[in-house]
């Protein structure tokens, strides 16, 4: 008559009440409850990482990247990728199809040192075959920097003066400088935005042998 008969006997001692009945051992359900939040909120919290990081970055998926310089030649045709179609919806740019041009970016120079709106740089080298290029100092939108004169810190392949060798010679700075200058203007993270309209360079085979200009940096205003 002591004794306990039936599936009652198995049970822990802490989880039966004085009346017989069955209690609900709370802080092992809320211990489980809470590993399981904290699962999920590490699993959604590390996929949007992953996905922000992979459209943050200038490296990605689908990126092509010479020297300095990334680019993504399937951004604007329908065989981009999603990290692509995110990127350009999230940035609001233009996405140029292969036959019409292709844009490059560069954050770092030669050194691998961040581009700096406070610095001065040398863009130097050959540019690739295009009817037209262009290049501007960008903010981290991407937007051509302000620099609050009338002059744009921005330049086109028509305007630039070469060297007997065809090459060209930039100075990206906020100091007025000698020949091509390229005006630059306040502090912070910058990049150069690098464009060539109608190339042979835009087709998966013009970019096996290209070479784009290398960014020295010259120096930094204390």
């Known amino acids: 008559m002591g004794k306990s008969i039936g599936p009652l006997a198995t049970r822990p001692r802490a989880a039966i009440s004085p009346g017989g009945n069955f209690s609900c051992p709370w802080p092992f359900m809320l211990k489980n409850a809470l590993l399981t939040l904290l699962s999920l909120a590490i699993a959604i919290g590390g ?5 922000w990081y992979a459209l ?8 092509i990247r010479i ?4 680019a993504f030649p399937d951004i604007g045709t329908p065989s981009a990728d999603p990290y692509s179609k995110a990127r350009v919806a999230r940035e609001g740019v233009l996405a140029l199809g292969r036959a019409e041009g292709l844009s490059f970016v560069a954050e770092r120079d030669a050194s691998g040192g961040e581009l700096k709106r406070e610095c001065t740089y040398t863009i130097e080298g050959g540019f690739p075959t295009a009817r037209f290029w262009t290049l501007y100092a960008a903010d981290q939108s991407l937007g051509v920097v302000e620099t609050g004169k009338p002059r744009l810190a921005a330049l086109q392949s028509y305007g630039v003066l070469r060297q007997p060798d065809n090459s060209v010679i930039i100075s990206a700075s906020h100091h007025p400088m000698p020949g091509n200058w390229l005006l630059t203007d306040g502090f912070g993270r910058m990049y150069f935005v690098l464009t060539f309209y109608d190339t042979p360079i835009a087709s998966s085979t013009g970019l096996s042998d290209v070479s784009l200009p290398r960014i020295v940096k010259v ?3 204390a």
């Open 219 to 221: 120096g930094c205003d």
């Open 67 to 70: 020297g300095q310089w990334t």
């Open 56 to 63: 943050k970055i200038q490296d990605g998926v689908g990126a």
């Open 47 to 51: 996929g949007g990482g992953s996905v």
